[in-house]
């Protein structure tokens, strides 16, 4: 069988990156930018830090901000009618997952138009053609979104979260400014960063997973791992260091899935709103615990990435649990709540159970799962 890897044309990373946005629109022949960026990325001037350097160029863009923290399939509706007004020719997405994945799916179905509906987007949709071309500029280091062919948009009448797969909607440029992550504060830094540190890990461990991702992913849970508390308390090296290790994991995770970890986390953001990355911080290590039997001795790696010594001398049970010991240090150190009894409610769970077994991360998961198992892995959240 032969293992695909698909990544960006382009991507640029370092303080500064971001003054080669104009380069890559002008070589590219674009005439008029379609900026997508959330509310609040505007509102505190860090969409304007992009939009200065379009201006200094003297290319011409309309900014769409119709975007919520899970984007919902109106706000996509309501971007691709934005964008056909605007006769734009490319998209710069500037924020998190939430403008990366509105800009996916826009792009997507303006050269798809009959996947309009957005709903038939969900899984791998037989989409024909590339989207409209996307440079991405992450403004979180976490979601990875500018470099994974993946996005996640919110049907809100059923109170579900769409995972879409499509190679098509893969962001043509990445632009990954630590600069441009800056203004994040401890929370979202925090939250963000163990969302790669899932990517990670779950790359890892899925099903998927082969020598070349594998290297992607050991790498990053090694630099995320040496980064994040840093990066939570401001320093600049910690910032730098999460930048290019969620970048890495979305390298790899892209390629071969992920597992129930996300599966679980995803209704929790489509029911209560709970921000991604909180949710898969909480979930990790007990889902870890759960899937150990299934993964050989990959824990003893991740144990050893993430700086436990003496992992050589470890019994494969010892070095398992070294591996979760870890995770739910890190995860604790950087304000991460240790259960989600102050988000689900018991009466809630046979739904977030069932949305998690029907998620599109499920099959990647290394232990093969039921409805009745993952209800038992909210109830033991609790």
Request: net charge negative.
């Amino acid at each position: 069988m032969a293992n695909r890897f698909v990544l960006n044309e382009t991507s640029y990373h370092g303080a500064g990156a971001i003054k080669e946005i104009p380069a890559e629109i002008k070589a590219r022949g674009f005439k008029k930018v379609f900026v997508c960026s959330d509310p609040d990325l505007i509102k505190f001037n860090v969409t304007k830090k992009v939009t200065d350097v379009l201006d200094e160029a003297g290319i011409e863009y309309v900014i769409f901000s119709d975007i919520k923290p899970n984007p919902t399939i109106q706000n996509v509706q309501n971007g691709v009618a934005a964008f056909k007004a605007a006769d734009s020719d490319c998209i710069v997405a500037i924020g998190g997952g939430s403008s990366m994945d509105t800009a996916k799916a826009i792009g997507i179905i303006i050269t798809n138009p009959d996947f309009a509906d957005v709903r038939s987007l969900e899984g791998v949709a037989p989409t024909v053609n590339k989207c409209v071309p996307i440079i991405a500029v992450p403004t979180t280091a976490g979601t990875a979104a500018e470099v994974t062919i993946n996005y996640v948009i919110t049907d809100a009448e059923n109170n579900r979260k769409m995972v879409c797969v499509d190679v098509h909607d893969i962001p043509v440029v990445a632009v990954v400014d630590p600069d441009m992550m800056s203004t994040m504060p401890k929370g979202l830094t925090a939250a963000t960063g163990m969302d790669a540190l899932t990517h990670a890990i779950e790359g890892y461990i899925t099903k998927g997973a082969w020598e070349m991702s594998d290297m992607f992913h050991l790498k990053a849970i090694e630099i995320i791992a040496a980064s994040l508390r840093g990066a939570v308390n401001g320093c600049e090296k910690g910032r730098e260091g999460m930048a290019l290790g969620q970048y890495i994991a979305g390298m790899g995770f892209s390629n071969v899935g992920l597992g129930i970890v996300h599966s679980m986390a995803h209704p929790l953001g489509a029911l209560y709103d709970t921000p991604h990355g909180v949710a898969n911080a909480i979930i990790l290590p007990t889902v870890m615990a759960y899937n150990a039997p299934a993964t050989g001795d990959k824990y003893r790696a991740i144990a050893k990435a993430m700086g436990v010594e003496g992992t050589d001398a470890m019994s494969i049970e010892e070095a398992r649990e070294a591996a979760i010991n870890a995770v739910r240090q890190l995860s604790a150190d950087v304000g991460i709540p240790a259960d989600l009894k102050e988000i689900v409610k018991e009466e809630d769970i046979p739904f977030l159970a069932q949305s998690a077994f029907d998620d599109a991360c499920r099959p990647g998961n290394p232990r093969d799962t039921s409805v009745e198992e993952i209800t038992a892995l909210f109830k033991e959240l609790l």
